[in-house]
Protein backbone atom coordinates (compact mmCIF):
# COMPACT_ATOMS: atom_id res chain seq x y z
CA UNK A 1 0.00 0.00 0.00
CA UNK A 2 1.19 3.40 -0.96
CA UNK A 3 0.65 5.73 2.09
CA UNK A 4 0.74 9.56 1.71
CA UNK A 5 2.22 11.76 4.93
CA UNK A 6 1.70 15.52 5.11
CA UNK A 7 2.18 18.46 7.17
CA UNK A 8 5.90 17.20 7.98
CA UNK A 9 8.65 19.10 9.49
CA UNK A 10 11.09 20.57 6.60
CA UNK A 11 13.79 18.75 9.19
CA UNK A 12 12.51 15.15 8.42
CA UNK A 13 14.90 13.02 5.89
CA UNK A 14 13.77 10.57 3.81
CA UNK A 15 15.43 7.83 6.85
CA UNK A 16 13.42 9.36 9.71
CA UNK A 17 10.06 8.90 7.58
CA UNK A 18 11.17 5.15 7.27
CA UNK A 19 11.73 4.69 10.57
CA UNK A 20 9.01 6.42 11.75
CA UNK A 21 6.76 3.79 9.88
CA UNK A 22 9.16 0.75 10.48
CA UNK A 23 7.93 0.53 14.16
CA UNK A 24 4.76 -0.26 13.08
CA UNK A 25 5.79 -3.03 10.52
CA UNK A 26 7.82 -4.00 6.96
CA UNK A 27 8.98 -0.58 5.13
CA UNK A 28 9.71 -1.02 1.28
CA UNK A 29 10.00 2.69 0.54
CA UNK A 30 9.94 5.91 2.23
CA UNK A 31 10.65 9.12 0.67
CA UNK A 32 10.21 12.82 1.30
CA UNK A 33 8.97 14.81 -1.53
CA UNK A 34 11.90 17.72 -2.04
CA UNK A 35 11.14 20.98 -4.50
CA UNK A 36 13.73 19.98 -7.47
CA UNK A 37 14.93 24.19 -7.78
CA UNK A 38 15.80 24.43 -3.66
CA UNK A 39 16.04 20.94 -3.15
CA UNK A 40 14.34 21.84 0.24
CA UNK A 41 11.48 19.24 1.64
CA UNK A 42 7.78 20.47 0.60
CA UNK A 43 6.88 18.99 3.69
CA UNK A 44 4.68 15.63 2.54
CA UNK A 45 6.49 12.42 1.23
CA UNK A 46 4.96 8.71 0.62
CA UNK A 47 5.95 5.28 1.81
CA UNK A 48 5.02 2.06 0.65
CA UNK A 49 4.33 -0.86 2.84
CA UNK A 50 3.97 -4.80 1.05
CA UNK A 51 1.34 -5.64 4.04
CA UNK A 52 -2.03 -3.90 4.13
CA UNK A 53 -3.13 -4.64 7.56
CA UNK A 54 0.03 -3.32 9.07
CA UNK A 55 -0.52 0.24 6.73
CA UNK A 56 -3.66 0.08 7.70
CA UNK A 57 -2.67 -0.21 11.20
CA UNK A 58 0.77 2.30 10.78
CA UNK A 59 -2.22 4.59 9.17
CA UNK A 60 -4.37 4.25 12.61
CA UNK A 61 -1.90 4.92 14.88
CA UNK A 62 0.06 7.90 13.01
CA UNK A 63 -2.51 10.03 11.67
CA UNK A 64 -2.65 13.42 14.05
CA UNK A 65 -0.22 12.50 15.79
CA UNK A 66 3.30 15.28 16.55
CA UNK A 67 6.39 14.56 14.82
CA UNK A 68 9.17 16.75 15.43
CA UNK A 69 6.60 19.09 16.29
CA UNK A 70 3.99 19.25 13.77
CA UNK A 71 0.75 17.12 13.54
CA UNK A 72 1.05 14.78 10.59
CA UNK A 73 -1.97 13.90 8.22
CA UNK A 74 -1.05 10.22 7.20
CA UNK A 75 -3.54 8.44 4.71
CA UNK A 76 -3.86 6.00 2.10
CA UNK A 77 -2.63 7.39 -1.22
CA UNK A 78 -4.99 8.09 -4.19
CA UNK A 79 -3.62 8.19 -7.41
CA UNK A 80 -3.62 11.87 -9.64
CA UNK A 81 -7.01 12.10 -11.33
CA UNK A 82 -6.96 11.87 -15.19
CA UNK A 83 -5.38 14.95 -17.18
CA UNK A 84 -3.75 16.56 -13.83
CA UNK A 85 -0.17 16.21 -16.13
CA UNK A 86 1.23 18.95 -13.67
CA UNK A 87 1.13 21.54 -16.65
CA UNK A 88 3.10 24.37 -14.32
CA UNK A 89 -0.37 26.26 -14.16
CA UNK A 90 0.22 27.88 -17.68
CA UNK A 91 -1.61 26.81 -20.16
CA UNK A 92 -0.93 27.13 -23.86
CA UNK A 93 -3.29 29.52 -25.34
CA UNK A 94 -4.69 28.87 -29.36
CA UNK A 95 -5.36 31.36 -31.93
CA UNK A 96 -3.37 33.91 -30.56
CA UNK A 97 -1.83 36.83 -33.02
CA UNK A 98 -3.27 38.42 -35.95
CA UNK A 99 -5.88 36.95 -37.86
CA UNK A 100 -6.42 38.20 -41.49
CA UNK A 101 -10.20 37.39 -41.49
CA UNK A 102 -11.00 38.70 -38.37
CA UNK A 103 -11.02 42.00 -39.95
CA UNK A 104 -7.71 43.05 -37.54
CA UNK A 105 -8.76 42.93 -34.51
CA UNK A 106 -11.17 44.27 -31.38
CA UNK A 107 -11.60 48.33 -32.63
CA UNK A 108 -14.52 49.21 -34.70
CA UNK A 109 -13.53 52.24 -36.34
CA UNK A 110 -17.91 52.98 -37.22
CA UNK A 111 -18.75 52.75 -33.33
CA UNK A 112 -15.89 55.44 -32.64
CA UNK A 113 -17.80 57.64 -35.31
CA UNK A 114 -20.58 57.14 -33.61
CA UNK A 115 -19.87 57.79 -30.42
CA UNK A 116 -20.71 54.38 -29.13
CA UNK A 117 -17.56 53.66 -27.05
Known amino acids: MNIYVG ?3 WNLKDQDLLNLFAAHGEVTTAKIINDKFTGRSKGFGF ?8 AQAAIAALNGTAVDGRNVVVNES ?8 GGGGFKKRSGGGYRSNRGGGDFNR ?8
Open 7 to 9: NLS
Open 47 to 54: VEMPNDDQ
Open 78 to 85: RPKPEGSG
Open 110 to 117: DSFKNGDF
